[in-house]
């Protein structure tokens, strides 16, 4: 049974560029949900998506970065003209359960460096 | 606002030496209470999760307790290979919102 999906596992944008970051959730899992994790700080929540429905992006910022989780496919995080303090790891994480007690299983994370 | 807060930051323990690390937390109302574990370059595995004061979880050399204000992750007898940092995280019971917060995590360090 495979986890949870993430690619690439690393990516280096200069200044500028745009960033996606994808996530395929676990099989039979249709919740998503991604976290940052910045250099000595804690997993912060960004947003909270099921399929073709975007339930909590309060911790998303509200310029630059978009989320989705299409139909089809998998659920990207899109950062439009990264910026230094961008640099950090993002984690996806997925559940099969919502509005109860559920687990939320993690991806191996994307390390987004920007020079 | 929910808050984790997790000590010590760091441990450095010989292998074979007990300890227990703390995790307080302030939420509004609990649904659930989780551990997970991380090392370096990978993402967080589950560990467990805690639903009520006085719960208690064990796997292996680890057990987890809780109470309506912290919650604690015994280590008896470490192995080096519990070297990891364990990450402690609430997920507050305010309906449909299922994010979870996460304390800064502790580095676990078990000498041979």
């Known amino acids: 049974n495979a986890g949870v999906m993430q690619n690439p596992r690393h990516l280096v944008r200069r200044r500028g560029q745009e960033a996606r970051l994808r996530c395929s959730p676990m099989?039979?899992?249709?919740?998503v949900y991604w976290y940052r994790q910045l250099p000595e700080e804690g997993l912060k929540f960004m947003v909270y998506?099921?399929?073709?429905?975007?339930?909590?992006e309060s911790g998303m910022p509200k310029e630059r970065f978009s989320a989705e989780f299409p139909k089809e496919g998998p659920s990207i995080l899109r950062i439009q003209q990264v910026v230094r303090g961008d640099s950090a790891a993002y984690f996806c994480?997925?559940?099969?359960?919502?509005?109860?007690?559920?687990?939320?299983?993690f991806g191996p994370g994307t390390r987004l460096t920007v020079l | 606002e929910d808050q984790v807060t997790q000590s010590p930051e760091a441990l450095r323990l010989q292998e074979g030496e007990s300890s227990s690390l703390n995790c307080s937390y302030t939420?509004?109302?609990?649904?659930?209470l989780f551990w997970y574990r991380q090392d370096p370059g990978k993402g967080p595995e589950f560990l467990f999760t805690?639903?009520?004061a006085g719960e208690e979880k064990e796997k292996e050399r680890l057990k987890a307790t809780l109470t309506k204000k912290e919650s604690f992750l015994h280590i008896t007898a470490p192995k080096p290979e519990d070297s990891a940092t364990y990450l402690c995280?609430?997920?507050?019971?305010?309906?449909?919102?299922?994010?979870?917060?996460f304390g800064k995590g502790i580095t676990l360090s078990v000498r041979p």
């Open positions: 994480a997925s559940s099969p359960l919502a509005g109860v007690v559920g687990e939320q299983f």
């Open positions: 099989k039979g899992h249709s919740h």
């Open positions: 998506l099921q399929k073709e429905n975007i339930i909590d």
């Open positions: 939420v509004s109302g609990l649904r659930g």
């Open positions: 805690l639903y009520s």
């Open positions: 995280a609430v997920q507050a019971d305010t309906g449909a919102n299922s994010k979870l917060t």
